[in-house]
């Protein structure tokens, strides 16, 4: 008996075998990369929540994402997370808690007076302001270089000025800080210090959401993987 065999479902199962590493590599970046993105959305609206952000731009650009790509699945790895600047360490002081890093806080007064704004300009210590220190003055002790220095300011309407050690007044002392007078009244712009940050995790924890969506857009990228391939004629 003669018996004719059809090897076509047999070749279509050899280009599956050799196309499914690829296939595992592609969904498996997908996942992982859809991971990473959902995971940065939610620790987006975990820090809108909790914190007071002043900048989107600067919370947008602060949160990042560092894709995998469609490699071999033991070196794939996807990270989200925030940045760290010069003057930023990227929330780590709210994260694990503990001191802050950064010496220096902003006040509400250098605020104008309104905890959601921005610094003024005057509150900065950048090299473009004009702040008075007690050491460009005369005087044979720092606090005597301190009250002149604050008549020379009292004559020229107020100013910004910064002091690095503590002055003696009649209503108590001043620490060191950045200082603004106006109108005969001292208020303070910047207070030098060591701060502690009370612990408030805001990386989500919401890996159901996540995995949720990852597995979602994985399997939507899987059937646009297939459909490259077949436009290719792999089919």
């Known amino acids: 008996m003669n018996v004719k065999i059809d090897d076509r479902q047999l070749k279509q199962f050899q280009k599956m075998c050799k ?20 995971a940065r959305e939610l620790n987006m609206k975990n820090l809108q929540s909790q914190m007071t952000i002043r900048d989107q731009r600067f919370l947008s650009s602060s949160l990042r994402v560092e894709k995998t790509k ?53 509150a900065r210590l950048k090299p473009s302001n004009k702040i008075y220190k007690p050491e ?32 003696k007044t009649k209503r108590g002392a001043l620490n060191p800080a950045l200082y603004n007078l106006k109108n005969g009244k001292i208020s303070m712009l910047q207070k030098f210090e060591a701060l502690e940050v009370k612990r408030n995790k805001w990386q989500t924890d919401d890996w159901n959401d996540i995995k949720r969506r990852a597995e979602i857009n994985s399997a939507r990228a899987l059937e646009r993987w297939k459909e490259i391939q077949r436009n290719k004629g792999l089919k």
């Open 19 to 38: 196309s499914g590493p690829k296939e595992f590599q592609y969904v498996v970046a997908e996942y992982l990369n859809s991971s990473a993105f959902r």
């Open 70 to 122: 469609p490699v071999s699945i033991n070196q794939q790895i996807a990270i989200s997370g925030s940045i760290t600047r010069p003057r930023f360490t990227g929330w780590k002081e709210q994260e694990d808690g503990g001191t802050a890093e950064r010496k220096r806080k902003i006040t509400i007064s250098a605020r104008g007076g309104s905890k959601q704004a921005k610094a003024q300009q005057k």
């Open 136 to 167: 460009q003055f005369q005087g044979v002790t720092y606090e005597r270089r301190f009250y002149f220095m604050m008549r020379v300011l009292g004559s020229r309407g107020g100013g910004q000025f910064l002091i690095t050690k503590k002055i």
